[in-house]
């Protein structure tokens, strides 16, 4: 069993930053394809970032490219999301998904899923 906790959202002004972390139980962590999702009030779950086992590619939405960063450290079974220039449109919940498929952790069919943690951004 895997278990995600998200951790780090909270209210930051338009143009500011926030780094979120999503801690992994298990000694497989390494094994797992990681992904950050985001769902905004009256709006479906959407894709965020990706990024495969050892760090070495990354993937993300056009919406967040050129401003987030995707990273995760294998020896302390982390991955994190650092969100820059942030915009009011980056309100959401943001959780972290796991699974050993990089297409299904891409998509909302990911296997594991954390609680997710608010991000909120004011204008």
């Known amino acids: 069993q895997v278990q995600l906790v998200e951790s780090g959202g909270g209210v930051v002004q338009a143009g500011g930053s926030l780094r979120l972390s999503c801690a992994v139980s298990?000694?497989?962590?390494?094994?797992?394809?990681m992904g950050w999702f985001r769902q905004a009030p009256g709006k479906e779950r959407e894709f965020v970032a990706a990024?495969?086992?050892?760090?070495?590619?990354?993937y993300y939405a056009d919406s967040v490219k050129g401003r987030f960063t995707i990273s995760r450290d294998n020896a302390k079974n982390t991955v994190d999301l650092h969100m820059n220039s942030l915009r009011p449109e980056d309100t959401a919940v943001y959780s972290c998904a796991a699974d050993r498929s990089i297409l299904k952790v891409r998509t909302t069919t990911a296997r594991y899923w954390g609680q997710g943690t608010q991000v909120t951004v004011s204008s």
């Open positions: 990024i495969n086992w050892n760090g070495g590619s990354t």
């Open positions: 298990g000694r497989t962590f390494s094994t797992y394809y």
